[in-house]
């Protein structure tokens, strides 16, 4: 019933379509798959109309999602498009996470080895 | 159908030499939930009223719905008073039934609906009411209408903050924003936030500020109660 909450210094649109996108890449959201009414996401969410009807909008525009006349929004079945998105959000986390680490002054080389390092620990031990 | 459903052109307003609106210029667009936001006695209120048709303007005109705004524009516009405006010795039931008597857009299968969805006993006494309840029922008086403008004066005010997330849910629910508008006046505004399409910000009876939301947060990254302070800081 409680509304997910959003951070307020952003847009909501582009909130939600994002944790569409993070849906879609989970698999929880799937190719062809029918999106909530405008109302009943709205509801949902707690927020206006008219920013969902943007977020459907949006996701038209980057063709993740269509709309069909008179029955709503779905989750494209290009699922080239599909895979490319999961591309582009893996490179997204991977350029922020190579900024920061850049930043406090960390070599290619370390950042490597560290990463290697944690993945196997995680692989060995499940931390 | 006209672009704008309100317009104020150079509108002052004053109460026994009292100004509250002083000169303000507006108009309002179809569609949308607005937000009058501004501390107390900064004109919200006032604004609303002059919409509603319940006082007039001292100096320049207000425009709803193409019409001046008076008695008659009652069967336009959906007013829901800061004031308890409820009957204490009718039921739930039977203040819905008034309504659905007063107005003729009255709507009485919404009605049940939000009626369920509030969780509203309908032979309940409006005096036997929690003030949370009576603040639903004013709401669902509110969104019954199919009225093309809904003015709502501080319809979360002194309520706690379950009865106001139901409150902000049935307006998102039952609102039809392809036939009607909100105009509502609040404090409560982190809340309502995710729930608005424009704002506008009010202070010592002049606008400070109007601008979406979602534009806000996009060309300026704030919050909108960072906007307001800094609006209002002006």
Redesign the interface.
């Given at each position: 019933?409680?509304?997910q909450t959003?951070n307020?210094?952003?847009?909501?649109?582009l909130q939600m379509v994002r944790r569409i996108c993070l849906q879609v890449v989970r698999g929880e959201l799937k190719a062809g798959d029918k999106l909530p009414s405008v109302?009943e996401m709205?509801?949902q969410?707690?927020?206006?109309?008219?920013?969902v009807q943007?977020v459907y909008t949006e996701l038209e525009r980057l063709a993740i999602a269509e709309t069909r006349r008179g029955l709503g929004s779905y989750i494209t079945e290009d699922e080239e498009r599909l895979k490319r998105l999961r591309e582009d959000l893996k490179n997204e986390q991977i350029d922020t996470f190579i900024k920061d680490m850049s930043e406090m002054g960390f070599s290619a080389e370390e950042i490597l080895d560290g990463v290697r390092q944690k993945l196997l620990i995680t692989k060995a031990g499940r931390v | 159908m006209t672009e704008h459903i309100v317009s104020f052109s150079q509108v002052t307003k004053r109460y026994l030499g009292k100004l509250a609106l002083n000169n303000v210029s507006f108009q309002l667009p179809r569609g949308r939930i607005i937000a009058l936001v501004g501390p107390n006695g900064s004109g919200k209120s006032t604004i609303l009223k002059l919409i509603a048709g319940l006082v007039r303007p001292s100096q320049g005109s207000v425009t709803v719905c193409g019409k001046k705004p008076g008695r008659r524009i009652a069967g336009e516009v959906a007013y829901l008073s800061e004031l308890d405006a409820l009957y204490p010795f009718f039921t739930v039931e039977e203040t819905i039934n008034f309504n659905a008597g007063l107005f003729a857009d009255f709507d009485h299968q919404k009605a049940q609906e939000i009626l369920h969805f509030m969780q509203l006993e309908p032979d309940k006494k409006v005096r036997h009411l929690s003030k949370g309840n009576r603040g639903r029922l004013k709401i669902l008086l509110a969104l019954s209408r199919r009225a093309p403008l809904l003015l709502l004066d501080e319809p979360l005010a002194g309520l706690d903050p379950l009865v106001r997330d139901s409150i902000i849910k049935s307006m998102i629910s039952y609102l039809d924003l392809r036939e009607q508008t909100v105009l509502m006046s609040t404090h409560e505004v982190s809340e309502v936030e995710p729930a608005l399409d424009l704002v506008i910000s009010l202070s010592n009876g002049q606008i400070k500020g109007m601008e979406e939301v979602e534009r806000i947060r996009e060309q300026y990254g704030l919050s909108l109660v960072d906007w307001m302070k800094e609006t209002l800081a002006k």
């Open positions: 019933m409680m509304s959003f307020n210094t952003q847009p909501i649109y109302r709205a509801v969410n707690g927020v206006n109309p008219n920013t943007r | -």
